[in-house]
Nanobody
Framework: QVQLVESGGGLVQAGDSLRLSCTASGVDLIFHGMGWFRQAPGEERTFVAAIDWPGGSTNYTDSVKGRFTISRDNAKNSMYLQMNSLKPEDTAVYYC?????????????????WGQGTQVTVSS
């Protein structure tokens, strides 16, 4: 059974940092591109960042460029999202996802496996 588990969310103040983790079980992430998405209340799930396999290429939505960094540790079958200079508009449930092949993906429909999400709340 494929399972992606996110952790590291929480309640922080504007300007603080958080590091989200996503650990996979039941699937080897070799040759899988990965991504982070977020969903605020009443809104659609949107793309945040993506990383290919083995991790040489990344991409970000414009609103997080320069603040967020996506990375992966293939030996640990894990992926991370370092979030710095957090803003209240970053408040959302954050989801990790695994794509069926190795390159960068951006659309929710392109990802095969999803985690249950972790809440990030940024107060002003």
């Amino acid at each position: 059974q494929v399972q992606l588990v996110e952790s590291g969310g929480g309640l922080v103040q504007a300007g603080d940092s958080l590091r989200l983790s996503c650990t996979a079980s039941g699937v080897d992430l070799i040759f899988h591109g990965m991504g982070w998405f977020r969903q605020a209340p009443g809104e659609e799930r949107t793309f945040v960042a993506a990383i290919d396999w083995p991790g040489g290429s990344t991409n970000y939505t414009d609103s997080v460029k320069g603040r967020f960094t996506i990375s992966r540790d293939n030996a640990k079958n894990s992926m991370y999202l370092q979030m710095n200079s957090l803003k209240p508009e970053d408040t959302a449930v954050y989801y990790c996802a695994a794509a069926p092949d190795y390159d960068l993906k951006y659309r929710t429909s392109e990802f095969q496996h999803w985690g249950q999400g972790t809440q990030v709340t940024v107060s002003s």
